[in-house]
T-cell receptor
Framework: QKEVEQNSGPLSVPEGAIASLNCTYS??????FFWYRQYSGKSPELIMF????GDKEDGRFTAQLNKASQYVSLLIRDSQPSDSATYLC???????????FGAGTRLFVKA | DAGVTQSPTHLIKTRGQQVTLRCSPK?????VSWYQQALGQGPQFIFQ???????QRGNFPDRFSGHQFPNYSSELNVNALLLGDSALYLC????????????FGEGSWLTVV
């Protein structure tokens, strides 16, 4: 079982729709959860982080965390073609030193 | 506010050679982590340096080594290069021994031929 699992996609949504990206993790003791966006040929950039169960909103982005189900998601409202990228879910596990990444989900937003 | 800087940006090496990649952390950060990202994969943790010591290491062979300097900058060294070492090498910095959020540099693209 991979430590952080994501559907590789591609996920294709029309412009203006809501994109929903999902992630599960194996370490039940994990405390910190992150979403990064990576454009082709570029390095990952932080979108947002979440530590507590529930929802956290930042502009068009909402992160959702359910520790009981070991599940993290990212919703992108009013998706734009510029949102087309690979989205990486990351988890800081028990012990707290390293951040572990999933393989990423490719998102395409069609104009 | 200076972000994470890495050098060189791109490089090509021959199998069996050695390479050194360099990283300066974001201003105010003292912890450096190195990742390897192969095409189509997520970043894989190589190791983390804090207070000039390797604090944690991922599943990488001893050919991968590193160093952190008193000014918090860091180097990643890879010996006896293999074709499979071709990847994007990412440096990430954070604050504190268990600082939560890591920020990436632009990366160093290594091609081994």
């Amino acid at each position: 079982q991979k430590e952080v699992e994501q559907n590789s996609g591609p996920l294709s949504v029309p412009e203006g729709a809501i994109a929903s990206l999902n992630c599960t993790y194996s370490d039940r003791g994990s405390q910190s959860f992150f979403w990064y966006r990576q454009y082709s040929g570029k390095s990952p950039e932080l979108i947002m982080f979440i530590y507590s169960n529930g929802d956290k909103e930042d502009g068009r982005f909402t992160a959702q965390l359910n520790k009981a189900s070991q599940y993290v998601s990212l919703l992108i409202r009013d998706s734009q073609p510029s949102d087309s990228a690979t989205y990486l879910c990351a988890v800081k596990g028990t012990g707290g030193f390293k951040t572990i990444f999933g393989a990423g989900t490719r998102l395409f937003v069609k104009a | 506010d200076a972000g994470v800087t890495q050098s060189p940006t791109h490089l090509i090496k021959t199998r069996g050679q050695q390479v050194t990649l360099r990283c300066s952390p974001k201003s105010g950060h003292d912890t450096v982590s190195w990742y390897q990202q192969a095409l189509g994969q997520g970043p894989q943790f190589i190791f983390q340096y804090y207070e000039e010591e390797e604090r944690q290491r991922g599943n990488f062979p001893d050919r991968f080594s590193g160093h952190q300097f008193p000014n918090y900058s860091s180097e990643l060294n890879v010996n006896a290069l293999l074709l499979g070492d071709s990847a994007l090498y990412l440096c990430a910095s954070s604050l504190g021994q268990i600082g939560n959020t890591i920020y990436f540099g632009e990366g160093s693209w290594l091609t081994v031929v």
